[in-house]
C-alpha cells in the first residue's frame, strides 16, 4: 500500500551544483529542499540552521566529519554576511579546512565554480 509523502532529513549521495536559491530553500540535482543545507563531499544533507542563529561546533559537526575531503567551506550566513565565532574556525583550521563566510547567493556562485574546477569545496547554506 502506497505511504504518500515521506518527510526526511534531506540526503543526495554526491556533488552537485545549486541550480537555484531562495524562497527558504534550494534547487540541485533536479530536486527541491526547504530549509538549509550542507554541500559535502559525501553528499547534500538538510542543516538544520536559520538565519540568525547562532553558529556553534555542534552544528558543523557532519563537516568535521568529512575533513579529510575539504579544503575550504564556503558558509552561506543568509542575506548578509555574518562573522564565523573564533571557536568555530579555530575548530576548522585544526582539521585543515580554511573557512570563508558570505552571504548565502555569493556562497552559492562561489560553490558552483569551485565544483566545476573539482575543488575540495564544500558549502553550509543557510536558506533565504
Known sequence: MARGIEIRAAHFPGRAPI?????????FADMSHRGSILCLPSGIHGWDVA??????IDLFEKVLADA??????????????VPLPAALKKALKERGIGSDPMGTGAAVRTYNIMLAEERAVAAA????
Request: aromatic residues 6%; negative net charge; without cysteine.
Open 51 to 56: 538565519e540568525g542563529q547562532a553558529l556553534t
Open 125 to 128: 547554506l543557510i536558506a533565504v
Open 68 to 81: 579529510r575531503d575539504i579544503e575550504v567551506l564556503l558558509v552561506g550566513t543568509g542575506a548578509s554576511l
Open 19 to 27: 541550480d537555484a536559491y531562495g524562497n527558504g530553500g534550494f534547487r
